[in-house]
């Protein structure tokens, strides 16, 4: 996995990343606050530490998207985490209703020094500009149609659909999407196959099955109960390795080639989607505790 991915650097990495990372720099200026959306189930991972760098002291707002599919009390740790840190966060879930009253709020408490002079000025009816930025397939498209209550940005189940910058004006907001951005060099091994699992990188660079074992091995860990009641596995089964384990399930599913052997990229495949899709119930990969931030993780070798 980690040469494979390693190897592929360049692949996730394609120009219009590098592109897309300028016109944050650029449009920076244009901007009243940053809306920075990170997935609930890896805050950390999904946390862009170029995209930080490029912010500098611009007001931003951290958005824990797809809470909907996060185990609630990690996210409310997480929520404590950011907010003891004296950053506005707020978790929402672009798919339900509410998801932007939470942010306007939120965006007001960030911006009231700004709102304050504009209203002291007579200029109260400015527009307010958000720019919002993340990882490919976080939902910002879809942040952007849940506040305007209507399709106005093309949102898609796969990573990579935003392919230039798109402004929608909807009341006294002027939001603007971009396409989401990864960076050169993952500081671990963790932070690549957490944004592999959420489907982050496209699926055809990577190793499905390597993916798919890692994946059993982290939920296994983090939240046995959930493995083994969805795929009904018994205390012997829990005890086999990664590879074993996505064997085992493929074959309870009935994934078979010939000669009786279990279709390994198929139950891969099955079991990504199954945890993309929240089957195995809702639940959080990281956790504050295990937190690497973009300043830690510069300072690593
Ligand atoms: N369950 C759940 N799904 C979401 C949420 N927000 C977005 N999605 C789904 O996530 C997928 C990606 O959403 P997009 O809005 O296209 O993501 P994006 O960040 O604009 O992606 P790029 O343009 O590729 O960078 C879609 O299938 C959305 O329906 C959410 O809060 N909860
Ligand atoms: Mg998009």
Redo the contacts with the bound molecule.
Sequence with gaps: MSDSLNQRQIQWFPGHMAKTLRLIGSELKNVDAVLV?LD?RIPASSLNPEIEALLGDKPRIYIL?????ADPHVTSRWLSYFKGAHSSCVA?????KG?AAGVKTEVDRALAPLLERRAQKGMSGAQIRLM?V?????????????FAGSQR???????????GKQWVTVGGYDLL?????LWKKFEDLRTATNLAFI?SIKDDILDMEEIAAELLSEVKRLYPDKIAQRYKLNAQQMELDRYELLEAIGRKRGMLISGGEVDLTRAAIMVVDEFRA?KLGNLSLESPADAVFPDQKEAQP
């Design positions: 959306l609930a998207n797809k809470s909907d599919l929402i879930s672009s798919k339900k998801a919002l993340g990882i490919p397939n976080v939902g910002k498209s879809t942040f952007i149609n849940s940005a093309k949102a898609e189940d796969r990573p990579g659909v935003t392919r999407d971009m396409p989401g951005v489907g929240s």
